[in-house]
């Protein structure tokens, strides 16, 4: 079936940095927007970046522009979402959740944007940050 | 912070209808879709509605969404004990290019 599978949890010093998995299966990752989503303790869900893994582009939340970086293996179908410099505010719960289909616009030389929501997620990758 | 604001809690009995709004901006509801998620406990958000009113495959008709200019609405109709959970409205923000989530409400089954 089509699922989302993320790598396990971390546990990480303040300043360090750490790199989530997100494997796709049942269906192929270059034809989907792949978005990132974190929830820190209690706390609600909070959006972070997206990338489209056919061209490599992303584009971030401006709080996390910087100091995350999302790439993606298309030969293993998989993408990561590496946050450098964590702190103990970034304990979270990290998701991958997949967005809408890349669709290719010819008038304007660019894929169309998203516009729906969040169909298929990972069942989150808990990273805490901690001396 | 949350860019979209709901009520921190909700609850009803069983069978009781039960809503949830969701605040916006014109830059968010006012030009995008809306989409609501829940979270039960201890697991990841499930998309309920998408396109401000629209059920997944597999969402019970019980749940239904709507859109009024920069507000939006989640009803829960004939509540059951299984839809004690986490509610949270979404959108596409075209100011900040990227999607916000509202504050989240709590919804218990009393």
């Known amino acids: 079936q089509v699922q989302l599978v993320q790598s396990g949890a971390e546990v990480k010093k303040p300043g360090a940095s750490v790199k989530v998995s997100c494997q796709a299966s049942?269906?192929?990752?270059?034809?989907?927007?792949l978005n990132w989503v974190r929830q820190a303790p209690g706390q609600g869900l909070e959006w972070m970046g997206w990338?489209?893994?056919?061209?490599?582009?992303?584009n971030f939340a401006q709080k996390f522009q910087g100091w995350v970086t999302m790439t993606r293996d298309t030969a293993i179908s998989t993408a990561y979402m590496e946050v450098r410099r964590l702190k103990s505010d970034d304990t979270a719960v990290y998701y991958c959740?997949?967005?809408?289909?890349?669709?290719?616009?010819?008038?304007?030389?660019?894929?169309?944007?998203?516009?729906?929501?969040?169909?298929?997620w990972g069942q989150g990758t808990m990273v805490t940050v901690s001396s | 912070q949350s860019v979209l604001t709901q009520p921190p809690s909700a609850s009803g009995t069983p069978g009781q209808r039960v809503t949830i709004s969701c605040s916006g901006r014109s830059s968010n509801i006012g030009k995008n879709t809306v989409n609501w998620y829940q979270q039960l406990p201890g697991t990841a958000p499930k998309l309920l509605i998408y396109?401000?009113?629209l059920r997944p495959s597999g969402v019970p008709d019980r749940f239904s969404g709507s859109k009024s200019g920069t507000s939006a609405s989640l009803a829960i109709s004939g509540l059951q004990s299984e839809d004690e959970a986490d509610y949270y409205c979404?959108?596409?923000?075209?100011?900040?290019?990227?999607?916000?989530f509202g504050t989240g409400t709590k919804v218990t089954v009393l």
């Open positions: 049942g269906y192929t990752l270059i034809d989907f927007y």
């Open positions: 990338i489209n893994p056919n061209s490599g582009d992303t």
């Open positions: 979404a959108a596409w923000d075209d100011s900040l290019n990227g999607y916000v």
């Open positions: 396109s401000n009113n």
């Open positions: 959740a997949r967005g809408d289909a890349l669709r290719w616009n010819s008038a304007s030389g660019t894929y169309s944007g998203q516009t729906e929501g969040f169909d298929i």
